[in-house]
């Protein structure tokens, strides 16, 4: 049901390396979102964007992620140092309003 | 933070019995109760969801029910088949203001033929 795109769908990363993941939201779909799942199923948000402005994001996000949502380009979340802690799965929601958010396949991340 | 709890964490059923998980959350505020559906190694899929001026909503063998003043919320699937095998999660948007969604820690769901 849903069309959003993320690539790549596995990556793998040595510690303090950079890790770049990408969403393209369904079209028409201002809003993206961007979530960690972890291997215990627990979500954490990351961070969200209307258009190119980033609307909330939490401390983590901040200090060790960098997101940009660019006009007529994907959406990108990268860490900056990977550590063993997140490996997990990322996953990129869209959404037209402001509530009913729809999942891409995800990008699965490890961290050696 | 907000919290949303969700019971049980593991849940069997027999084919074609009705499975029901319950979920609270915190804030009077939260307005929107979404359902997924996670089959291992997929995404999240939206399954059903519920707008804090309705109590019942019901789609193609799923019932959400929403008690505002009990801060809970509820899926029932009736008439369960293995196909429904799945981590089922709950969430609710955040207080007023922010979008982003809280869920709840999944329920396993396993319909033994």
């Known amino acids: 049901n849903s069309k959003v795109i993320q690539t790549p769908r596995y990556l793998v990363k040595g510690q303090g390396q950079k890790a770049k993941m990408r969403c393209i939201p369904e079209?028409?779909?201002?809003?993206v979102f961007w979530y960690q799942q972890n291997k215990n199923n627990e979500f954490k948000f990351l961070i969200n964007f209307q258009n190119q402005e980033v609307l909330q994001q939490i401390d983590m996000t901040e200090k060790r992620f960098s997101a940009e949502c660019p006009s007529n380009s994907p959406c990108s979340l990268e860490i900056q140092s990977s550590e063993a802690g997140d490996s997990a799965l990322y996953l990129c929601a869209s959404s037209q309003q402001q509530d009913t958010q729809y999942f891409g396949p995800g990008t699965r991340l490890l961290v050696l | 933070g907000e919290q949303v709890e969700q019971l049980p964490s593991i849940l069997r059923v027999q084919e074609g019995s009705s499975a029901s998980i319950n979920c609270t959350y915190e804030n009077s505020a939260s307005n929107y109760f979404p359902w997924y559906k996670q089959e291992p190694g997929e995404n999240p899929k939206l399954i059903i969801d519920?707008?804090?001026?309705?109590e019942r909503k019901q789609t193609q063998g799923l019932i959400v029910l929403l008690d505002k003043k009990a801060k809970r919320f509820s899926l029932h699937i009736t008439d369960t088949q293995p196909g429904d095998s799945a981590m089922y999660f709950c969430a609710a948007r955040a207080s007023s203001g922010s979008w982003q969604l809280i869920f709840g820690s999944g329920t396993q769901l396993t319909v033994m033929p």
């Open positions: 079209k028409g779909h201002p809003v």
């Open positions: 519920i707008r804090s001026n309705m």
